[in-house]
C-alpha cells in the first residue's frame, strides 16, 4: 500500500511556484491527515498553501508537549517530468520518479507511522507542510518560527545520508540577487553614452568571489545570470543570483554584511537583495541528547541509527538556530536529490516507517 499510495503522490507533479498545482495535493494531503485524526489549517500563500495539521496525543500522555514535524510538498521538478525524461519506474528493489526521494516518499512515510500509531499513547504530534521549501521557504519561515513554539522536539522527512544516517546539523544557506541598472546606448554609434549592467555585474560577481575567498568554510554558487538584449545595445539591465552556504553563524554574517556593502564600479545603479535564509544550525547537546533517545527507538525495533553533519539547508535549519532538539533525515534511503536519476531503495520506506513510528511513542 505504501509503494502504491507513493505512486499517487509522485503522480500529481508540484513544482515550486505553481500554485494551482500545489494547492491540488495540499487538497489530498488535508484530506488524508483529517482521515487519520488531525485538526487542518490551510495558510494561503500567492505561490501555494502551506498545510499545518495537529494529531492529538494518546492516552496519558495526550497533554504532552508535541513532536514537530516539518515537511514540504514541493518539488524541482517542472510539470511533464514524469511523462518525459523521469518517468515511475520499479526495478532491483528500486524506486525511480520525480520526487521519489525528495521528498514525496518523507510525506508517505510520516502518514503511514501516524496511522500506526493511532492506537498506541503517545504525545500529540504536528505536522507543517510547506509550499516552497525548494527555494528557501520564504513564505514560510515565519510560520515555522510560529509552529515550533513549545515543541518537545522537531524532525524533518528530507532524505538522510547517503548510508541512512540523520542529520544532526545544517550549513546557513542564504540567496542574494544583485540587481544592475546601466544605461542603454548604440554599441558602435555611441558607446560612450551607455552604461553596460553586464560589465557591471561581471566585475561585482568578481567581488564577491574576493569576499568569499577570505573565509575558509564558505560555498558560493551563482546560480542564474541575466541581462541584455542585443549584440549592438550596450545593455541597460542584469541580474544574478547567487547560493551562499555557511558553517557558522559569524561568518555568515560577516560575509553578507560584506556583500550588501558592494559599491558600484561605474556610473551604474546596484542593489542588493536577500531572497531567503536559513540560519546555520550547529551542533548541540539538545540534539545529541535527542539523538541518543532517537537511537534507543531504533534499538526497539532492531535497527542501528547513526547521525551526522550536512551541507545541505531545509526547514529544521531554522528549528535548530531557535535551538529547539532537531533532527532531520527521516526520508526514505536514496540518491539524486535534484537530478534525473532520483531514486530510493524500496524497502527503505518501511523500515523508515517503523522507525519514525518508534520515535513517536517512545520519545
Known amino acids: 500500500m505504501i509503494i502504491e499510495r507513493l505512486q499517487e503522490y509522485v503522480g500529481a507533479e508540484t513544482p515550486t511556484g505553481d500554485a494551482a ?74 524506486i525511480h520518479g520525480p520526487g521519489v526521494f525528495d521528498m514525496k516518499g518523507g510525506l508517505v512515510i510520516l502518514e503511514t507511522a501516524l496511522e500506526q500509531v493511532a492506537d498506541q499513547d503517545h504525545r500529540p504530534v504536528r505536522v507543517v507542510v510547506v509550499a516552497d521549501e525548494e527555494v528557501g521557504s520564504p513564505s514560510a519561515r515565519d510560520l515555522v518560527t510560529a509552529e515550533s513554539a513549545g515543541v518537545y522536539a522537531a524532525f524533518g522527512l528530507e532524505p538522510p545520508h547517503p548510508n541512512g544516517d540523520l542529520k544532526t546539523s545544517r550549513w546557513g544557506s542564504t540567496r542574494v540577487r544583485i540587481e544592475i541598472t546601466g544605461r542603454e546606448a548604440h554599441a558602435a554609434l555611441d558607446p560612450d ?78 542593489t542588493v537583495r536577500v531572497m531567503s535564509n536559513r540560519p546555520a544550525w550547529q551542533p548541540s547537546p539538545a540534539t ?26 531545509a526547514d529544521t535549519n531554522l528549528t ?35 522507525l519514525v513510528a518508534a520515535i513517536i511513542i517512545s520519545l
Not at 484530506?31 to 500567492?46: K, Q
Open 21 to 94: 498545482a500545489l494547492n491540488a495535493f495540499a487538497d489530498r494531503l488535508a484530506e488524508r491527515y483529517d482521515a487519520l485524526g488531525a485538526s487542518v489549517r490551510r495558510v494561503p500563500t500567492p505561490t501555494g498553501d502551506h498545510l499545518v495539521a495537529d494529531f492529538p496525543g494518546h492516552g496519558p500522555r495526550a497533554d504532552e508537549a508535541p513532536l514537530l514535524f516539518l515537511a514540504h510538498h514541493d518539488t524541482v521538478w517542472p510539470l511533464g517530468q514524469l511523462a518525459d525524461v523521469m518517468p515511475w519506474r520499479e526495478a532491483d528493489g528500486i
Open 193 to 270: 553614452s551607455g552604461i553596460s549592467a553586464i560589465d557591471e555585474l561581471v566585475d561585482q560577481l568578481i567581488a564577491v568571489r574576493g569576499i568569499v575567498a577570505q573565509y575558509d568554510e564558505v560555498l558560493c554558487n551563482v546560480g542564474t545570470i541575466t541581462g541584455g538584449g542585443r549584440t549592438n545595445v550596450v545593455p541597460g539591465s542584469a541580474s544574478a543570483d547567487i547560493g551562499f552556504r555557511f558553517v557558522d553563524p559569524s561568518t555568515e554574517k560577516a560575509v553578507l554584511a560584506a556583500v550588501a556593502e558592494l559599491q558600484p564600479v561605474r556610473a551604474a545603479q546596484l
Open 288 to 313: 545529541d541528547d535527542l539523538l541518543a533517545k532517537v537511537i534507543e527507538a531504533g534499538r526497539s525495533i532492531g535497527q542501528k541509527v547513526g547521525g551526522a553533519a550536512a551541507s545541505g539547508a
Open 320 to 354: 535548530g538556530w531557535l535551538g529547539i532538539p532537531t533532527l532531520d533525515g527521516l526520508g526514505p534511503i536514496g540518491k539524486g536529490a535534484h537530478a534525473v536519476h532520483e531514486q530510493i531503495v524500496a524497502t527503505s520506506l518501511s523500515e523508515r516507517v517503523a
